[in-house]
């Protein structure tokens, strides 16, 4: 059966792999747009573009989406970024009533305890899942915090994406100099032990069905990131690690969790212990990792939506991935550029891959550096990227 799909946020660099496997198992994607220079706004793989409002005007949005369901068919909702996954989420009772839709999002109860960083760690803390010491922080707070995590330390947005507001605080008159700032542009915030990693990280996606069990699973090791204090993956290899799977698997059966999740994991240096650091509950940029790997988790969310069976993927490790415009600009800026392994020129080979775009979708990856380019020289972004 052709299933019609509808993709919010689909400017995003997501959008290119989730279209690609979706149209590949012969759904129909369409997908909401709200930036002219994006990804999605090239990508061959999309049938139909919609020029929408942004999702942080969240009555318009609403609106606007409610309009376009009543107009036209569409089976299942995936949302690709936070903002859009959050407001989907909380509306999503709405949503399935008036229009026999399916949403696919967790019920908010249980993401909020995922998407919000502080009420994850309470989580963990609670259930024996290991992760960074963390307190909530506020002004009235600072020293009770900072002698609970101590230092060294970060400061974290409860609710951000992509890294931005963290910064590292080494002092108590760190956190009274830089909190405030932090405070004032993304809200409410934590104080989390720094990890001293080895330099890499881990990505594992799981998807939990509606019936208890996992439907799929990928471990991604990022080894590349921009910017280069903790951002966004733009080389990594899928692995396997049993104890990663084991550890993700069991907080979603205590989080009852349904649907997809994306775990980021550190190792400490160290000791080599697992720390979980944060679960996105949306489909992150790496998702084409999977995909190559044998896991196409964009059709198990739409087949488990529908309410047909889905099976465990036969999961291949071993295959790369790059984020073309993001490795440019690590390249552009790390000191191991010409040191780093496997080399930065090994741009082909039959397990490399690129996660913004392909030779049979070339336009995205150049739209792409467009717009990375673009979102550097603003002061604003350059600031919560990399400054802090």
Known sequence: MTFHILLLDGHTVQSIS?????????????????????????CRYIDKRIWAPKVTDSEKYIRFLCDYLARNRVDVIIPM???????????????????????????????????????????CRKRGFPHPATARLSEEN?????????????????????????????????????????????????LQHFINHSGVYYNVMLYRSARGHLAGQTVLKIM?????????????????????MRICARVLDELQWVGFADFDIMEEKDTGELKIIEINPRIPASIHGAYVSGV?????????????????????PGESLRF??????????????FRFR??????????VHYQDGSFKDPLPMLMGCVSGILKYLHPVFRKSKLEA
């Open 81 to 123: 970024y936070d903002d859009s996954a959050e407001l989907l989420s909380r509306n999503k009772a709405m949503f399935e009533a008036r229009f026999a839709v399916r949403c696919a999002v967790p019920d908010f109860p249980v993401f909020d305890k995922a998407h919000d960083k502080q009420k994850l760690m309470e989580f």
């Open 296 to 316: 196409n988790f964009p059709d198990i969310i739409v087949r488990d939506a529908m309410g047909e069976s889905v099976e465990q993927s036969d999961y291949h």
């Open 224 to 244: 590349r990131y921009f910017p280069l204090k903790g951002g966004t993956s733009c080389y990594c290899e899928t692995i396997r690690h049993d104890a990663l």
């Open 342 to 351: 496997p080399s930065w020129f090994r741009f082909f080979g039959r397990n």
């Open 324 to 337: 073309m415009g993001l490795d440019f600009m690590w390249f552009l800026f790390s000191a191991d550029r």
């Open 142 to 190: 600072i020293e009770m915090a900072a002698g609970y995590v101590g230092f060294p330390a970060i400061i974290k947005p409860n609710i951000s994406a992509g890294a931005r507001g963290i910064v590292q605080v080494d002092s108590i008159e760190d956190i009274h100099r830089k909190f405030p700032v932090i405070y004032r542009q993304f809200g409410a915030c934590t």
């Open 18 to 42: 989730v279209a690609r496997a979706l149209k590949k198992t012969g759904y129909k994607v369409a997908a909401f747009i709200s930036e002219r220079i994006s990804f999605g706004a090239v």
